[in-house]
């Protein structure tokens, strides 16, 4: 899966540090866990030795471990995935995520008037898991919870900007590209060139691409432990070329200081 903030290689990834007064069992299990998410959510015994370190026999007693609590199954091929049991911690932990980043959001409505939105990425989807409205009585009704095509939005936009221009083009074959209005990107160069303009203008633009009418403009929340990025939305009257340039600012500050909070 995409994700808007780099992560290590699992060849070079370094093996987590002893316990210092934690339980090692427990450190090397997340560990383990983490390391296959990085590599796409399933491995073999032999790359997770590779990467990690840690010596076979420790590494099939801890997997079993994991296969016997429901966070790991193994396939028939004898090679071990994600279980479903951690589904439901994602989807709590998503929650909570959107608990977290309300005040940051309502800093946001509050210095740029327009609604603001924390949206991750979810598969090859966008869901968008918090939100705190604009006063205005004219402002925007992306309800938590819907879920969108990264192609069509500015929050897909600032997901998947860092994104290695391959997994794009695999995410965008699988998605399609359909146009929600006549200004929406349907073509991976064009969707691929859009990405290029993000990392150099530090933001994305949704300019009328999601509904005729609607200006978006979003970045990634920094270092985030899953990928997420932060919006405004409103008319696009409102949130013309001018406010833009003041509200890019508050963007991407809002976006530091949670990044900062989630991080401790």
Same mark, same amino acid.
């Given at each position: 899966?995409?994700?808007?903030?780099?992560?290590?290689?699992?060849?070079?990834?370094?093996?987590?540090?002893?316990?210092?007064?934690?339980?090692?069992?427990?450190?090397?299990?997340?560990?383990?866990?983490?390391?296959?998410?990085?590599?796409?959510?399933?491995?073999?015994?032999?790359?997770?030795?590779?990467?990690?370190?840690?010596?076979?026999? /420790? +590494?099939?007693?801890?997997?079993?471990? !994991?296969? *016997?609590?429901?966070? @790991? %199954?193994?396939?028939?091929?004898?090679?071990?995935?994600?279980?479903?049991?951690?589904?439901?911690?994602?989807?709590?932990?998503?929650?909570?995520?959107?608990?977290?980043?309300?005040?940051?959001?309502?800093?946001?409505?509050?210095?740029?008037?327009?609604?603001?939105?924390?949206?991750?990425?979810?598969?090859?989807?966008?869901?968008?898991?918090?939100?705190?409205?604009?006063?205005?009585?004219?402002?925007?009704?992306?309800?938590?919870?819907?879920?969108?095509?990264?192609?069509?939005?500015?929050?897909?936009?600032?997901?998947?900007?860092?994104?290695?221009?391959?997994?794009?083009?695999?995410?965008?074959?699988?998605?399609?590209?359909?146009?929600?209005?006549?200004? /929406? +990107?349907?073509?991976?160069?064009?969707? !691929?060139? *859009?990405?290029?303009? @993000? %990392?150099?203008?530090?933001?994305?633009?949704?300019?009328?691409?999601?509904?005729?009418?609607?200006?978006?403009?979003?970045?990634?929340?920094?270092?985030?432990?899953?990928?997420?990025?932060?919006?405004?939305?409103?008319?696009?009257?409102?949130?013309?070329?001018?406010?833009?340039?003041?509200?890019?600012?508050?963007?991407?500050?809002?976006?530091?200081?949670?990044?900062?909070?989630?991080?401790?």
């Amino acid at each position: 899966m995409p994700t808007s903030s780099a992560r290590t290689p699992d060849a070079a990834k370094p093996a987590p540090p002893a316990a210092t007064g934690g339980v090692q069992s427990l450190e090397r299990a997340f560990d383990l866990l983490e390391r296959m998410a990085d590599a796409g959510g399933e491995v073999g015994l032999s790359e997770l030795s590779a990467s990690s370190g840690l010596p076979l026999p /420790t +590494i099939h007693r801890l997997m079993r471990t !994991l296969v *016997a609590c429901g966070y @790991v %199954r193994q396939q028939p091929n004898r090679r071990y995935a994600l279980g479903p049991r951690l589904i439901r911690l994602g989807e709590s932990a998503s929650r909570l995520l959107g608990t977290w980043a309300r005040p940051y959001l309502a800093r946001l409505v509050e210095e740029t008037g327009e609604t603001a939105n924390m949206a991750l990425l979810d598969g090859d989807e966008v869901v968008y898991v918090a939100q705190v409205p604009s006063k205005h009585s004219m402002r925007m009704f992306t309800e938590v919870g819907r879920r969108v095509l990264p192609h069509s939005t500015g929050v897909g936009k600032a997901l998947l900007a860092d994104a290695p221009p391959d997994e794009v083009r695999a995410l965008l074959a699988r998605t399609g590209m359909p146009a929600a209005t006549e200004k /929406t +990107i349907t073509t991976p160069d064009g969707f !691929l060139a *859009a990405l290029d303009e @993000v %990392r150099r203008a530090g933001y994305a633009v949704d300019d009328n691409e999601q509904e005729i009418g609607v200006r978006c403009l979003a970045v990634p929340v920094p270092d985030s432990p899953t990928a997420a990025a932060i919006s405004i939305s409103g008319p696009a009257g409102r949130v013309t070329d001018e406010a833009t340039r003041a509200i890019v600012p508050v963007l991407q500050q809002v976006a530091a200081e949670l990044s900062e909070a989630l991080s401790h």
